[in-house]
């Protein structure tokens, strides 16, 4: 067993602090960039039609690169505009712009799963935009968005280590500081796996959670 | 002046008219029947009737009321005195049978669920479907959905009900109970349109039968047994499986009604 100092555990946890902020931080923008998105692709109205075919430029080119070239556009551009952001801020950035893509298509796939004679039987009954999306698209949506949608979560927060590649030091990063300073390399990298575990498993579990209640729905 | 009035409907896809200068009229408790070939226009021109398709003109009368149907706020007019049954029913997937007929008139009409749910048991138990209040649509047979997306339709009161090949996903044995339904809210004075392909079942149950060809009304016949005497009519009916003057499902009205 390895005998990490006070020190080393403090460094550990603040780069799981901040592996969690990245994934938390980055995962609320990309929902609700996602949200926006899934709302102007679906928009029927004529006058929409330019912000809409931005909208499936944005998904299908983002999906297209790699996280971590991503990553240095935003980087980059944020230094050449002289914004004065920490590097924290960026990958936040670029993972929410990231996680904004792949869920929309989720999204999108999901609220394409309610028939469409649904939609329009919901129409004719005169209801109200928000309550068909209250009342029939979003509920039978939500149990086809919710599994993929965690399932790319849980992925992402993987993801996050490429943040390192910045300067950010986050829980992968912390590892190879660590192991660098002379601490046991297999060991100190098996305490970051189980980190990582313990930050994506709780959102497995909410994932099960919230099936459940949608299904009693 | 005819209950309802539909006058000069026109659709366009493109450069392609897909309905022109389509209309029909029909006396209150009338059952109107659209038929025609596939891509003649009955579904589409059915659709117009509650603002599903848009059309670049046409209006529509109802008890008097006029409605520009090529006007935007047309559509919530529409539906106000109209309902639709869809050829796959539409009902909620996740919604029990009760809740699919109260939904509306609770978020829509204001009405306090209690009210709702107390007309809507009535009228599945009129339907026959007392028993499947709290029952999934996924757990219902064809037949069995297709009179919960009547009693949907029902429930807001409409004084048309639309009907899209309402015999097309049911056993021969069930076409007779549509039927009769059907008949029987005709004669509460409620004006039902139908489009069909099962020409016996026009032939029994219309009191007008509206032929479209290519966009266009081709020929309307008026009155029990029209469509014998109505010769285009009697021969498209004849070249598609059924027999104009024959009233082999039984429903045709009694002479004296």
């Not at chain 2, 529509?60 to 919530?76: C, H, L």
């Not at chain 2, 498209?236 to 027999?243: E, K, R």
Request: charged share 15%; proline share 5%; hydrophobic share 50%.
């Amino acid at each position: 067993m390895i005998a990490f100092s006070h020190y080393d555990i403090a460094l550990l946890l603040q780069a799981m602090g901040r592996t969690v902020e990245l994934s938390l931080g980055g995962g609320l923008l990309g929902i609700a960039g996602a949200i926006l998105l899934t709302a102007l692709r679906l928009s029927d109205l004529r006058y929409m039609f330019p912000l809409r075919m931005l909208a499936v430029l944005y998904v299908q080119t983002i999906r297209r690169i790699p996280f971590i070239v991503t990553l240095y556009i935003v980087f980059f551009c944020a230094g050449m505009m002289g914004v004065d952001v920490s590097a924290t801020v960026v990958a936040i950035g670029s993972i929410g712009l990231i996680a904004a893509a792949y869920l929309c298509e989720i999204l999108h796939g999901g609220v394409k799963t309610v028939p469409v004679e649904q939609v329009e039987a919901a129409l004719v009954l005169n209801l109200p935009l928000w309550a068909r999306w209250r009342y029939v698209i979003g509920p039978q949506a939500l149990s086809a968005i919710v599994p993929p949608a965690v399932g790319y979560l849980v992925l992402f927060i993987k993801d996050t280590a490429l943040a390192s590649q910045i300067g950010v030091v986050e829980l992968s990063q912390a590892g190879v500081i660590l192991s660098n300073r002379g601490l046991p390399s297999v060991q100190v990298f098996c305490v970051v796996l189980l980190l990582y575990f313990a930050i994506s498993y709780p959102l497995t579990c909410l994932s099960r959670l919230l099936e459940k209640r949608i299904a009693v729905h | 002046m005819p209950y309802i009035d539909v006058r000069d409907v026109g659709v366009r896809h493109g450069k392609n008219e897909t309905l022109r200068h389509a209309g029909f009229e029909a006396e209150r408790g009338e059952i109107v029947s659209f038929i025609g070939p596939s891509g003649s226009g009955k579904t589409t021109f059915l659709r117009t009737l509650i603002g599903l398709q848009p059309v670049w003109q046409g209006q529509m009368g109802v008890d008097g009321r006029i409605v520009d149907m090529a006007a935007p706020a047309s559509a919530r007019i529409l539906r106000e005195q109209a309902a639709i049954v869809f050829q796959q029913y539409g009902l909620f997937g996740h919604m029990s049978v009760l809740r699919n007929l109260t939904l509306a008139p609770t978020v829509v009409a204001k009405r306090s669920r209690r009210n709702a749910e107390h007309e809507a048991r009535a009228l599945l138990e009129r339907l026959g479907l007392a028993n499947k209040a709290d029952m999934l649509p996924a757990d219902l047979s064809g037949g069995q959905k297709q009179r919960v997306a009547i009693a949907r339709a029902l429930m807001l009161r409409p004084s048309l009900l639309l009907l899209d090949e309402p015999t097309s996903a049911l056993d021969p044995h069930k076409v007779r109970d549509v039927g009769v339904l059907l008949r029987d809210l005709a004669q509460d004075g409620m004006t039902i349109v139908q489009v069909s392909h099962a020409m016996n079942v026009v032939s029994s149950l219309s009191d007008r039968i509206v032929l479209l060809e290519d966009g266009q009304v081709r020929a309307v016949g008026k009155g029990r047994g029209c469509a014998a005497q109505q010769p285009d009519i009697a021969a498209f009916m004849n070249t598609h499986g059924g027999d104009a003057a024959a009233d082999p499902a039984g429903l045709r009205p009694d002479p004296e009604h």
